[in-house]
């Protein structure tokens, strides 16, 4: 028996309320909020948090493999998932694949991973885009998921997979060349004729497949990108309870979607409770779950989604690359050696410190010899820091510094149990830093230069 | 502390500085040259007369053929240092070094800073391949630290102590507007700067020293010579120098009120020149004031305020011009500008035209029996800073 063990949701702190673009347009008020990925994040940096969140005080699971799902990667050709891996620090043993680019890539991740072998990690992320004013802007949202997909043998099942179905269709729908920065739609009602055909066949063989009568199913999930044809379903298909598709509060987070609704769904299921994730994008893939006893999560998906905090829109449309804005007359950083990240990975990417062998001074970054001569030289202990919380011991607001979201606010943050370091504050206003201020390590891109991300650690208050 | 310093063992018998501006018009060779050939010629000497020479640029050249070149040195070694903001003082220190082993009998040391070709605002330093891992922050942010820090400790109000640190900026431009060769020469109010907006932390552009291109030159010579040379020559008592572990930025107990590298090379120059009380003998002092709480930091890291003291003596205006112990009475960085390579011999030509009487009158201190000058050089930020500390005086003994 298969399914999955763990889950874990990752949704940036920040939102735009789309009253907000409505009043700048001057258009008809829409309702709720959207999710806004920072300026310094991107697919992989919330797949790495989704996952870590997962993972965290789970020494009994392995994952064999990492698999990292979104339409919208930060690197063609270089594999996304690698930079997961190594922030993750999973052996180097462990596998690591994308399963990028469309869409539906995403549901095919876990469907493979549901019909597979060992511990498979999958990160699911998306940051959704969109042309000032346009339904895309407005509805969609940033964010992460991660599943562990594995045997009853590895653990508790937290979602039994019962059986599925799956139609491929090839019709213009929605597209985009890797070069443009949004999508465009074919018409609507063509779409949504296309789609309930299909649906309903998929419907049928996924029940008949996981031997069950449509009655059974008691919370059916819709994913895909046209709402029409979303609400037509869940009319037609007769269960009894759709899930909310989190569109006021987050928005709809592309190829994170599937896998962000089917958290959502089992945060909230009885145990026995029949699922049905019903994903339409490029044709119908269904996958039809029965929940098992409900874990306990670290940051549940609720909790991150009631603690957002406001974005303006002209932040939103500058961090979205749609408002170019005049950068401070500074020299714009140079790429990284790639040697030296190698060298460094462990702290670059692990946020691995070390602690001196007889003292117990942490170095960060780690240190070959410690600035107290109690210890002996390399004879450092590794000492992780990235699921530490510390607290701001003084901070400065700095205007000058080349930055892609100027002002840089800096702390000097010294982590509970020891550990000290000047690092960058994020997810923050600097009105709303304080010194003893608890916060905690986040990854992040620092900057892109000649096409390399610079991927690193700056701290986030705790919420 | 073991230095065993070389004190009356050496003595400067020449400098030269140029104006330090934004010099359009003028490369790093011509800064180069101007510098070197001022500084000869009022010895009256040649390229030839000079046997070794040391050439501290932070950024401006790589090698000695940075001075070799544009002078046309004929066989001469050139030493190319480099110590951050601390470059100048690192060729004068290494000049000296070499005289008082007897390795030569006449060295120079030439500092240079082209900055502004650059194109953009501040000091920018050259790109190292990294990891991507280092901090970004800029100086003045760093330095920014400082004020919340020691208002906290010192229980100083936060409001009064910005103005101690304004009252700070305002003296040197008081004490630069007196100086032709000063990049800044307008005073400006404590009141004024005060009413600038942050641009790190509560500094204002007005907080930062002053970037500019320049270069400086001194001639060391054996004390015992060094009257061949000149009437009035300044022998250096001592020479000090701490490059720092960096404990500063992973140690919970450093709360940015201190520079610790600066206190162990004022102890230690203390020590060399024989000086118990640094307030009571010196006549003045040139002291790195790269941003204006950094001066005030040093007013008590040098031992010229007791702890928690120095904005106290900043307001009673104790290293004004007609201060007991005046400080940066050519404007500092902050007015005289900071070609990173060429600050540190500026801030002993200073010492050379005041110890000397040779300052204009009305920048001069005031006349007394106190010989000695102080100057202290430093780079790098809080928590990893290199420091230099040097004692000149007019007589031997």
Known sequence: ?463 | MASKGIKDKVAIISIGCTPFREHWDKSKDDLVIDATTQTLASANLTTEDIDAYWLGTAQSGMSGLTLSMPMRLEGKPVTRVENYCATGSEAIRQACYAVASGAYDVAMAVGVEKVKDSGYQGLNAFPMPTAGTNRTLTAAAMYSLILPAYAEKYGVDEEKLRMVVAKIAEKNHYNGAKNPLAQFRREISAEQICNMAAVAGRLSVFDCAGVADGAAAAIVVPAEKAYDYTEKPLFVKALSFVSGNGSGLIDPEYDYTTFPECEAAAKDAYQQAGIADPKDVLAMAEVHDCFTPTELILMEDLGFSERGEAWNDVLEGNFGLEGNLPVNTDGGLKSFGHPVGASGIRMHYECWLQLRNEAPEERSIPRTERNLGLVHNLGGYPGEMVSFVSILGTEIG
């Open chain 1, 1 to 463: 028996m298969r399914g999955i063990l763990r889950t874990a949701a990752y949704i940036p702190y920040r939102r735009l309320e789309r009253a907000e673009i409505s009043e700048f347009f001057s258009s008809p008020t829409s309702e709720g909020q959207r999710s806004v990925a920072a300026h310094d994040e991107d697919t992989v940096t919330m797949a790495f948090e989704a996952a870590r969140l997962l993972l965290i005080a789970q020494d009994n699971l392995r994952p064999s493999a990492l698999w990292f799902s979104t339409a919208n990667p930060p690197y063609m050709e270089k594999t996304n998932a690698n930079v997961i891996h190594s922030a993750l620090q999973l052996p180097e043993e462990t596998e690591a694949f994308d399963f990028g680019g469309g869409l539906k890539s995403s549901i095919g991740a876990l469907k493979t991973a549901l019909t597979s072998t060992g511990q498979i990690l999958l990160a699911q992320s998306d940051m959704r885009n969109g042309l000032p004013s346009g339904e895309d802007e407005r509805n969609s949202g940033d964010g992460a998921a991660a599943l562990l997909v594995g045997d009853e043998t590895d653990g508790t099942l937290l979602a039994r997979y019962m059986g599925g179905s799956s139609i491929t269709k090839e019709f213009i729908d929605r597209w985009r060349t890797p070069e443009d920065k949004a999508s465009k739609t074919w018409e609507s009602r063509f779409v949504e004729s296309t789609y309930s055909t299909l649906v309903s066949r998929a419907w049928d063989n996924a029940l008949s497949n996981a031997g069950l009568k449509p009655d059974t199913i008691d919370t059916l999930v819709l994913a895909g990108q046209n709402q029409r044809v979303k609400k037509q379903v869940a009319q037609t298909l007769g269960v009894n309870r759709v899930l909310d598709d989190l569109s006021l509060s987050v928005g709809n987070t592309g190829s994170a979607e599937s896998a962000l609704l089917l958290v959502s769904a089992l945060e909230n299921a009885e145990p026995k409770e029949k699922i049905a994730l019903c994903s339409i994008t490029d044709g119908v893939e269904i996958l039809i779950f029965e929940a098992g006893d409900a874990q306990k999560n670290k940051s549940p998906l609720e909790d991150q989604i009631a603690k957002g905090g406001p974005v303006t829109y002209r932040k939103f449309l500058q961090w979205k690359g749609m408002l170019q804005v005049q950068p401070p007359n500074r020299p714009s950083p140079t790429r990284i050696s790639a040697a030296a990240a190698v060298r460094e990975s462990e702290w670059k990417h692990g946020f691995i410190a070390s602690r001196g062998d007889r003292t117990g001074l942490i170095h960060m970054p780690p240190s070959r010899i410690s600035v107290n001569e109690g210890d002996q030289i390399d004879a450092m202990e590794q000492e992780p820091m990235s699921n530490k919380v510390g607290v701001v011991a003084t901070f400065t607001v700095d205007h000058l510094v080349y930055s892609e979201n100027p002002p840089v606010i800096f702390a000097v943050v010294d982590f509970d149990g020891g550990g000290r370091i000047p690092i960058e504050v994020t997810d923050v206003d600097p009105d709303d830093v304080t010194i003893g201020m608890q916060v905690a390590p986040t990854f992040r891109k620092f900057f892109t230069a000649d096409g390399i991300h610079n991927y690193f650690w700056k701290v986030r208050p705790v919420r």
